[in-house]
C-alpha cells in the first residue's frame, strides 16, 4: 500500500534530556505505524553512545546481520575521510536495511553504524569541530538531509540524550519537528525546555534555508496512581509547555491566544506507564494494536497521527480522533 496523502517529507527527531523516558521504543512503534500506513519510512539510529533500535525489530529481522552492516558513524566517518562525496553515488544497500513486518509493512532502518571491536573507538574519536570546520560536515549533512527528504516521506531519528555534539546536529540542524520526550520530574521537564529553546533560536542561525522548527513535547511514563502529584504536575506541564506550542492555530478573534488549549493536546499524547513494557525492547502497536485507549499502541497512534498530518487539523484528536487518523492514512 502506498499513501495518497500529500504531505511533505519530514525528518522528525525525537530526544529526550535524559535516558529511560521510553524515547526509542515510542519512535519504533510510531515509525511502525506511519509504515503501516503505507509511507515510505527511514529509522536513524542517532544515539550513537548508546545504540541498539534494530533490538526492537528482532522478530523480523537479523540483528546480528545487521549489526554487521555499516551506518551512520561509517558515514561521518567516510566524508571526514574524503573530501568529494556525492551522496546520490553512497552505496546505500551496504548501509540500509530493509525490516519485513508480516509481509505487509516495510520499514528502512540505518543503525548507528557496525557493531565490531572498533565500534566504540569511531564514535569516541570522531572530531565533530574538524569534520565542521575543516570537512566541510555541514553541507554534507545537508546534502543527505536533502536526499533522504527526496527518498522517503518520514525520516524518524532517535537522538542522543543530553546537550551534545551529535544532539546539537539532530536537534537543529536536522529536523523538521522536534519531538520532546519527558518524564514528571525537574532535571527532565527543565532539560528539554532548555533544549526547547536552543532549537528554535540555534534554528535561525544556521545557512540553510527552513521552516520555523515546530516542538511537540509529550509527557513520558505517566503513571495514574498518585492522583493529586499527576494533576500538579500535569498542571504545570500544560503551563509550562505553551511556549513550545506556538505553531497550535491562534484564534480569530485574538491571534495572541490558542484556539485549541496546549491540555487538550498533550492531554491526548502523554504516554502512560505500563510495567509489561518495561522488560525488553517491545512493538506494542504490533503485539497488542491500537484499541485498547489505556494502553501505548492508542497513544502511539495519536502521535503518529499527529506527525503524519504534519501538526495540522490539530483539533481533530479531541474532537473526532478517528477522522484524524483517516487523514493520517489517506483515507480523507
Known amino acids: 500500500m502506498v499513501n495518497q496523502k500529500k504531505v511533505p517529507s519530514r525528518i522528525i527527531t525525537f530526544y529526550s534530556y535524559k535516558g529511560g523516558v521510553g524515547r526509542s521504543m515510542a519512535m519504533a512503534n510510531i515509525g511502525v505505524l506511519m509504515a503501516n500506513w503505507g509511507y515510505k519510512i527511514l529509522l536513524i539510529d542517532w544515539d550513537l553512545e548508546a545504540p541498539g533500535m534494530e533490538n526492537y525489530f528482532q522478530q523480523?529481522?537479523?540483528?546480528?546481520?545487521?549489526?554487521?552492516?555499516?551506518?551512520?558513524?561509517?558515514?561521518?566517518?567516510?566524508?571526514?575521510?574524503?573530501?568529494?562525496?556525492?551522496?546520490?553515488?553512497?552505496?546505500?544497500?551496504?548501509?540500509?536495511?530493509?525490516?519485513?513486518?508480516?509481509?505487509?509493512?516495510?520499514?528502512?532502518?540505518?543503525?548507528?553504524?557496525?557493531?565490531?571491536?572498533?565500534?566504540?573507538?569511531?564514535?569516541?574519536?570522531?572530531d565533530y569541530t574538524g569534520?565542521?570546520?575543516?570537512?566541510?560536515?555541514?553541507?554534507?549533512?545537508?546534502?543527505?538531509?536533502?536526499?533522504?527528504?527526496?527518498?522517503?516521506?518520514?525520516?524518524?531519528?532517535?537522538?542522543?540524550?543530553?546537550?551534545?555534539?551529535?544532539?546539537?546536529?539532530?536537534?537543529?540542524?536536522?529536523?523538521?519537528v522536534l519531538v520532546l520526550l519527558f518524564t514528571p520530574n525537574e532535571q527532565s521537564f527543565n532539560g528539554i525546555k532548555e533544549v526547547a529553546q536552543k532549537a528554535i533560536e540555534g534554528q535561525k542561525q544556521i545557512i540553510y534555508d527552513r521552516f520555523r522548527l515546530r516542538v511537540l513535547p509529550i509527557p513520558s511514563r505517566i503513571e495514574n496512581a498518585e492522583t493529586q502529584l499527576l494533576d500538579e504536575w500535569m498542571q504545570r506541564i500544560y503551563r509550562e509547555s505553551a511556549g513550545m506550542l506556538e505553531w497550535l492555530p491562534k484564534k480569530e478573534s485574538n491571534v495572541n491566544e490558542f484556539s485549541i488549549a496546549p491540555e487538550q493536546i498533550i492531554g491526548q499524547l502523554k504516554i502512560p506507564y505500563k510495567?509489561?513494557?518495561?522488560?525488553?525492547?517491545?512493538?506494542?502497536?504490533?503485539?497488542?494494536?491500537?484499541?485498547?485507549?489505556?494502553?501505548?499502541?492508542?497513544?502511539?497512534?495519536?502521535?503518529a497521527a499527529v506527525l503524519a498530518n504534519d501538526l495540522q487539523h490539530i483539533h481533530l484528536l479531541t474532537d473526532a480522533r478517528d477522522l484524524l487518523i483517516k487523514k493520517a492514512k489517506g483515507e480523507e
Open 60 to 126: 523480523h529481522l537479523n540483528v546480528r546481520q545487521v549489526q554487521e552492516k555499516r551506518g551512520l558513524i561509517d558515514l561521518l566517518h567516510l566524508k571526514a575521510q574524503c573530501d568529494e562525496i556525492l551522496v546520490e553515488e553512497i552505496p546505500w544497500q551496504e548501509y540500509i536495511s530493509t525490516i519485513n513486518i508480516n509481509n505487509t509493512i516495510h520499514i528502512d532502518l540505518l543503525t548507528a553504524g557496525r557493531r565490531d571491536e572498533n565500534y566504540f573507538n569511531k564514535v569516541r574519536q570522531f
Open 275 to 303: 510495567t509489561f513494557y518495561a522488560y525488553g525492547e517491545r512493538l506494542s502497536v504490533i503485539e497488542r494494536g491500537t484499541l485498547d485507549p489505556h494502553d501505548l499502541g492508542y497513544v502511539y497512534e495519536n502521535i
Open 131 to 176: 569534520f565542521y570546520n575543516e570537512s566541510d560536515g555541514g553541507q554534507y549533512l545537508e546534502n543527505l538531509r536533502e536526499y533522504w527528504l527526496d527518498q522517503y516521506d518520514f525520516i524518524l531519528i532517535d537522538s542522543r540524550t543530553g546537550l551534545t555534539d551529535s544532539s546539537g546536529i539532530c536537534s537543529i540542524h536536522m529536523p523538521d
